[in-house]
Each structure stands twice: as C-alpha cells, then as structure tokens.
C-alpha cells in the first residue's frame, strides 16, 4: 500500500512543529551568527594552544635548551626586534647535483 504524498507546505509544517517541540523540550536551541562565530573562534585558539603546548612537551630537544630559546625570543619581540632564528634552527643546505649520461658512440 502506497503512503500518500505530502505537499512542501505540510513538510515546513511538520518540521515546525518539531523545532518548535525539541526547543521546548531543551533538545534544539536557537542560534544566531555571531554565537556561532564566536564558538568557532574560541574553538580554533583553544585547540591552537593546546596543539602548541603537546608540541613543545614532545618536542625531540631538552627542556633546557627550549627555555632559553623561548626566553630569548620573547626579549627579542619586547625590545622590539625580529626575530632571528639560531643557527641550530636554521635550514640545512641542500645541493642538487645532475646527473647525466654520458654519449655512446
């Protein structure tokens, strides 16, 4: 047996009143843009902060080292410098080389 079909006003209808029920019922809230903006937001730099302190706990260099070289990185941003990475930090020098066949004769 075939169900009948429903017209697009009797489905808004119906899930109207289902919003209307789950929001009674505390199920559904109402939101608005900015709320979600700023959830979004407080989302991202919680979860920034949190990635960047599991980076720094299982960073593969001493506690040491890693102190004086934030130390030295937050004295260099108050007097107002740049920041100049040490020479342990810096990028490694790659060299291509090609390589070609020599002629057959």
């Known amino acids: 047996m075939a169900s ?3 017209s697009s006003a009797e ?17 559904y809230r109402r939101r ?3 709320g ?7 989302g991202i730099l919680i979860g ?5 302190v599991a980076a720094l706990l299982s960073a593969p260099v001493d506690g040491v080292s890693v102190r004086s070289r934030l ?18 930090s810096a990028p490694a020098t790659i060299t ?6 020599t002629a057959r004769t």
Do not use: N
Not at 96 to 101: D, Q
């Open 71 to 88: 130390r030295s990185t937050i004295s260099s941003i108050r007097k107002g410098s740049s920041i100049v990475p040490s020479p342990e």
């Open 36 to 42: 979600d903006a700023s959830a979004f937001t407080l």
């Open 48 to 52: 920034s902060t949190v990635g960047a």
């Open 32 to 34: 608005s843009g900015i």
């Open 4 to 6: 009948p079909s429903r």
């Open 96 to 101: 291509l080389t090609t390589v070609r066949p």
């Open 11 to 27: 489905w808004a209808e119906a899930a109207a009143a289902v919003r209307l029920a789950g929001e009674q019922l505390g199920i």
